[in-house]
């Protein structure tokens, strides 16, 4: 296993387009997670599931953003209307459910620039 | 999840050890402190944790003072691919999930 990836790496785009990107996690882990992050500042919490089932949303996922994860393997980011605002990395973290203490592992990480 | 304060930035010689602090005043009974680093491009990299004992691996050491209010990160010997925001987390490690809360994080620059 190569570790988590993403997919495309880099995606510039017009403002009001769509964008889809891709994660494929570590493959025995159930859970998998979705951050953003802009320059200079630290990685933002998206949402997150447990298998193909969506857990938890930040406040930060407007209606424009939908995830998915159908069969519990890779998921999916999809941004509607795409705004300058959203020009962000947009990482993808997957991690085993834990009992106690277990570290979550990073993907490279897409970039996004809405033009 | 408790807050943390880190420097901004530090410089560290190749060679020598960093030591990356860390404080967590407001830290709870079954909250982990949790090191990631991230290189420039890259995502973020898990390094260590622990709980209330200090632990060791193969890329840092953890100290954890015994009230648990603050923590260092210890790179043994640093080289230049050591340069990269540090950042400290703390938070619960149970079945609610693992979304983590990064602060700013220290930029190390390591410097030949």
Known sequence: DTGVSQDPRHKITKRGQNVTFRCDPISEHNRLYWYRQTLGQGPEFLTYFQNEAQLEKSRLLSDRFSAERPKGSFSTLEIQRTEQGDSAMYLCASSLTEMEGTEAFFGQGTRLTVV | ?112
């Open chain 2, 1 to 112: 999840d408790a807050k943390t304060t880190q420097p901004t930035s530090m410089d560290c010689a190749e060679g020598r050890a960093a030591n990356l602090p860390c404080n967590h005043s407001t830290i709870s009974g079954n909250e982990y402190v949790y090191w990631y680093r991230q290189i420039h491009s890259q995502g973020p990299q898990y390094i260590i944790h622990g709980l209330k004992n200090n632990e060791t691996n193969e890329m840092a050491s953890l100290i954890i003072t015994e009230d648990r209010k603050s923590s260092t990160l210890i790179l043994p010997h640093a080289t230049l691919r050591d340069t990269a925001v540090y950042y400290c987390i703390v938070r619960v490690a149970n079945n609610a999930g693992n979304m983590l809360t990064f602060g700013g994080g220290t930029r190390l620059m390591v410097k030949p």
